[in-house]
């Protein structure tokens, strides 16, 4: 066994070894090692179904299956070891107008990556699969590239490929502990030896708590039981088989929760039931391998059923074995993929639900973040840092179990996932449920996304076009534009960097200058190492060698940990987590200086308190940090209180506020109006797939500065010719939806950008976009289509922020309550 590596990848499925194999790719071979405690495949691997469904509303993820199904192509060719793939198309049938509104949603953005998407009627349907039922189909789409492959095969083709570029693989070799040395290496110990390496991989599938536990991580992953049915052959598909016809298409019908495909001239059934359990909970026996449950086929009767109501064809035959297997699962589904925190050069690729989809373009993605020092896609929804430590063990149970039962609900933009909540709730939470807070969460915080106004039902209303709560969201838009409205942020990420050396160390990673008087506010930028964004703060000074920052909330593990891997090592400067501290209320509107003024002895006045800065100020007798910023686009304050104050403040303020009308508004209010002002936000509009230029950040960029993390690429990035340009889009002649983000924009038919986000602006009494636009085609007055929900609609370029472009009322130049 080797004794030194630069990288050791640990678990052997098709996930461990497609991380080796692009390890080796990229020019790694001979200093890369997998080690695996039984055989390859011996996990959840072998008893897989191969599907490779390119269908994913994540752009993330759609990119990372998207690159694998290509891979998978050209590996026999490469490697001379056969993957059994078949290309045989993926169906999924519509049953009601939402799931043909989802699948509208999903071709826009399986349109923006490349992905082949056509829609059918029913009887186009009936033509492709005879042995379908369409009665009661509104519609479909099929993916011709689509299909299924074996996963063992694919597997040990990997494996081929990574040993001839000289990747090491050791079966039957137990990893017993995982110690970092004294250089900042790691020391894998097994039960044949030792090796040292720069870097681990962590892709143990079943056993990622376990092989996390080593070294102090509380991994997001616990398997999920999955069962699938293998039938006897039928005779009509042995009969196509003898004539020569194709095989049909992967069929899904998502509103039954299942999957159908032919496998040796039989079926093979794969449902995704309510009450299928979480297993492994305390992890799998060590020696465990192939290993399979008894089946359940009760759980699996209502999705038996459905499937003979589609396709009758499917009862004439008898089930010859159900196979019952662990799937390993994350809370929302989806994997993680990427560095963990608090651990350098320590790599997770876990959780993966769709793991044979995903193996190759986790691979990829995963050796480029190792070898090159970042990932060519954003992969903020695969970031293993997006979930945090309110992730307990109970917790972990219901969301997985709930992300398995929902792999095939129609996946509404504004859906809220009820299992496990509430689970943090601020002092204020109760109080805001009794004035008609409807809920979502947030890294575990509950926060309101919207109020039920007098007569609605206190319940979310989730559609990809204007629901229940478009009326809501406009009655706290027009109170905040011509009151005062309170909005609960306490969910935001907060922390404090102090110390001699806290300026300094600031002022080297940021993009823009940092504040250099005490009460000075910048909004600033951590770019990553090759000039694209990856982090937004709001930075006050609030001493002289104390910074508080402010970031979003459900990035508060991924920022942190980020700050976390500049600190210098000679520890001149403190880092505090206040997240769970501090309370953050965000008052706005024209009468938020008159509602403080009544509660505060302070001076509120544009002269005394300025925009941009912050100072301490009292409500009653409670002390606080007020800040004149906010991200609706009005006068406004957002203040930082003691958390066990809060309620006290909130009383306050709305006892006082009853002559001002004060109200409360939420987050889908406040995105309303952010996109007004054409304000970014961090996984939408900045992203590291695009430079800050690009994403239109020039004034919070400080390039005269000596230097910053990531400047020099920016500016070589800048210097090469900047392919995008982020721009703001009317769109016109919009009725009953609006733009929700990585729709098509088009002129002529080509392909000219991606929307990131939409909303309507309710102020301005528009349907607005951002876009990543061909810089090309990015000059104001520039006329498009883009696609919603599978309609074109005329657009058109138009000057940032269309509502108070000259940012006269947040700044308050004409003194409205002078």
């Not at 995105?671 to 996984?683: A, H, L, N, P, T």
Request: aromatic content about 10%; charged content about 25%.
């Amino acid at each position: 066994m080797k004794s030194q590596a630069k990288v050791v990848v640990i678990g052997g499925g098709v996930v461990g070894v497609g991380t080796l194999y692009h390890l080796a790719k990229k020019g790694w071979g001979d200093e890369v090692v997998l080690i695996e405690k039984a055989e390859l495949t011996s996990g959840s691997t072998w008893h897989a179904a191969g599907l490779l469904p390119l269908f994913n509303m994540s752009y993330s993820v759609g990119q990372i299956h998207k690159y694998s199904v290509e891979l998978y192509r050209s590996l026999e060719k490469e490697t001379g070891q056969p993957v059994g793939f078949s290309q045989v198309g993926n169906l999924r049938l519509a049953m009601n107008d939402d799931r043909m509104d989802e699948y509208y949603q999903y071709a826009a953005t399986a349109k923006t990556i490349g992905i082949d998407v056509k829609f059918l009627t029913p009887k186009q349907v009936e033509e492709i699969w005879p042995l379908c039922k369409t009665e009661n189909l509104v519609g479909a789409i099929f993916h011709p590239e689509d299909g299924y492959i074996q996963p063992a095969d694919l597997t040990q083709a990997m494996a081929k490929g990574a040993r001839a570029r000289g990747a090491k693989i050791y079966r039957n070799t137990a990893v017993v502990s995982i110690d970092q040395t004294p250089e900042g290496g790691w020391k894998i110990e097994t039960d044949k030896g030792s090796v040292v390496c720069d870097h681990v991989v962590s892709a143990s599938g079943n056993y990622a708590r376990q092989t996390g536990e080593m070294v102090g991580l509380d991994l997001p992953v616990m398997p999920v039981e999955h069962q699938y049915i293998v039938t006897e052959p039928h005779p009509d598909l042995i009969k196509r088989q003898q004539s020569g016809l194709p095989e049909m298409a992967v069929l899904r019908e998502s509103d039954g929760s299942w999957y159908l495909r032919e496998e040796n001239g039989g079926f093979i059934l794969g449902p995704y039931e309510k009450g299928a359990p979480c297993c492994y909970i305390d992890g799998p026996n060590p020696n465990a391998e192939y290993e399979l449950f008894q089946e359940d086929i009760d759980r699996l009767m209502p999705h038996i059923e459905a499937a003979l109501a589609r396709v009758p064809a499917f009862g004439e035959v008898g089930f010859k074995q159900v196979y019952n297997g662990a799937i390993a699962y994350t809370p929302d589904g989806n994997p993680i993929i990427g560095p963990a925190w608090d651990k350098d050069n320590f790599w997770l690729s876990e959780g993966h639900s769709f793991g044979i989809t995903a193996a190759g373009g986790a691979g990829w993605q995963l050796a480029e973040w190792i070898i090159e020092g970042e990932p060519t896609i954003d992969m903020l929804g695969v970031e293993p840092r997006r979930f945090g430590n309110y992730v307990t063990k109970d917790y972990l149970i219901e969301k997985t179990e709930e992300a398995y039962s929902h792999v095939f609900i129609t996946h509404f933009p504004d859906e809220e996932r009820e299992a496990g909540r509430p689970l943090k709730t601020a002092p204020c939470y109760e109080r805001l449920k009794k004035m008609g807070a409807v809920f979502g969460q947030k890294f575990g915080w509950e926060r309101a996304n919207w109020f039920a106004t007098e007569g609605m039902t206190q319940k979310d209303d989730w559609s990809f076009r204007r629901s229940k709560w478009f009326d809501a969201i406009r009655y706290e838009v027009n109170n905040v534009t011509n009151n005062v409205g309170l909005l609960d942020m306490t969910a935001f990420a907060k922390c404090r960097i102090s110390g001699v050396e806290a300026g300094k160390f600031l002022d080297d990673l940021l993009a823009n200058k940092v504040p250099s008087k005490n009460g000075q506010i910048a909004l600033s930028h951590a770019l990553n190492s090759k000039g694209g964004i990856h982090s937004e703060f709001t930075v006050l000074k609030e001493a002289d060698d104390s910074f508080y920052l402010v970031s979003a909330g459900a990035l508060q593990r991924l920022d942190h940990d980020f700050l976390r891997r500049f600190f210098p090592a000679d520890q001149k400067i403190k880092f505090e987590n206040l997240t769970d501290e501090m309370g953050v209320f965000v008052l706005a509107g024209p009468k938020s200086r008159l509602l403080l003024e009544k509660v505060s002895k302070s001076d509120f006045s544009n002269e005394a308190f300025p925009w941009l800065t912050g100072k301490k100020i009292k409500l009653g007798d409670c002390s606080m940090t007020a800040m004149r910023v906010n991200y609706v686009g009005e006068l406004g304050w957002e203040l930082h209180h003691s958390i066990n104050d809060q309620n006290k403040i909130f009383d306050l303020l709305f006892e006082a506020g009853r002559e001002f009308g004060l109200k409360p508004f939420g987050i889908r209010a406040m995105d309303s109006m952010r996109f007004e002002k054409s304000y970014r936000m961090v996984g939408t509009e900045l992203s590291i797939e695009y430079s800050a230029y690009e994403s239109g950040m020039d004034r919070f960029i400080c390039s005269e500065k000596e230097n910053f993390h990531g400047k020099e690429q920016l500016l070589r990035w800048q210097e090469s010719g900047s392919k995008n340009k982020l721009v703001t889009l009317e769109v016109f002649d919009v009725d009953d939806a609006d733009v929700l983000g990585n729709n098509a924009v088009t002129l002529n038919g080509k392909l000219i950008g991606r929307a990131t986000g939409g909303n309507f602006g309710f102020r301005v009494n528009k349907s607005l976009a951002l876009v990543m636009m061909d810089k090309q085609h990015a000059d104001v007055g520039t006329q498009c289509s883009i696609d919603i929900l599978g309609k074109i609609y005329s657009a058109e370029v138009i000057k940032d922020s269309p509502f108070d472009p000259r940012n006269e009322r947040l700044r308050d130049v004409n003194n409205v309550n002078d």
